[in-house]
């Protein structure tokens, strides 16, 4: 079955970086876009960003530009998101999640709704 | 940054009664609008599309409303397992896309 596995939880002090892992399984890897998206605890859902899991092209909130790198190896179906320059108000839980197949809207075809979602990686920011 | 806004942040209902979400946009995002469903401790799952597009798997007592501006999800007929918060998303805006705050639907 279609299945996104996530690296375990971090805890990092201010300043360090994170690179959390989405492994995908039961599809093929490069024919979807994976988007990242966080939430803080009680807070609502923030998407962070998204690559084309084919291609490797990337697109990144602007809150997040300069400090979110988001990667893929093809090779091991997997996606990855680093997240430096780590703060307090970083703590979240990490989701990634697979754009849905097919999506396209007004000449674009990037940017859709996430049908399958990873399980979360909880990352602690605390000194 | 399109903002997202959604009503009531908590909606008590009885099982079995119907219930009615809003979600509203601070400009139009066209049909380019879903909802997710998390229940506490799980991620979010894909429910709605395109305003009105169920998800695959999903009953058919969640439907989807709206375009422009204003969205609605109505769950016809509350099973146990519904009770849950409810986020609309837009993803019109690309590369900007944004959540609502949720609605949370507890037990009467």
């Known amino acids: 079955q279609v299945q996104l596995v996530q690296s375990g939880a971090e805890v990092k002090k201010p300043g360090a970086s994170v690179k959390v892992s989405c492994k995908a399984s039961?599809?093929?890897?490069?024919?979807?876009?994976m988007h990242w998206v966080r939430q803080a605890p009680g807070q609502r859902l923030e998407w962070m960003g998204w690559?084309?899991?084919?291609?490797?092209?990337?697109k990144y909130s602007q809150k997040f530009q300069g400090r979110v790198t988001i990667t893929r190896d093809t090779s091991a179906s997997t996606a990855y998101m680093e997240l430096s320059s780590l703060r307090s108000e970083d703590t979240a839980v990490y989701y990634c999640?697979?754009?849905?197949?097919?999506?396209?809207?007004?000449?674009?075809?990037?940017?859709?709704?996430?049908?399958?979602w990873g399980k979360g990686t909880t990352v602690t920011v605390s000194s | 940054e399109i903002v997202m806004t959604q009503s009531p942040a908590t909606l008590s209902v009885s099982p079995g009664e119907r219930a009615t979400l809003s979600c509203r946009a601070s400009?139009?995002?066209?049909?380019?609008l879903a909802w997710y469903q998390q229940k506490p401790g799980q991620a979010p799952r894909l429910l709605i599309y395109?305003?009105?597009t169920r998800a695959t798997g999903i009953p058919a007592r969640f439907s989807g409303s709206g375009s422009g501006t204003e969205f609605t999800l109505t769950i016809s007929s509350l099973q146990s397992e519904d009770f849950a918060v409810y986020y609309c998303?837009?993803?019109?805006?690309?590369?900007?896309?944004?959540f609502g705050g949720g609605t949370k639907v507890e037990i009467k």
């Open positions: 999640a697979r754009e849905i197949s097919g999506y396209c809207s007004g000449g674009s075809c990037e940017g859709g709704p996430m049908d399958v």
């Open positions: 039961g599809y093929t890897f490069t024919s979807y876009a």
């Open positions: 690559i084309n899991a084919g291609n490797g092209n990337t």
């Open positions: 400009q139009s995002v066209s049909s380019n």
């Open positions: 395109g305003a009105s």
């Open positions: 998303q837009q993803y019109n805006n690309w590369p900007r896309l944004t």
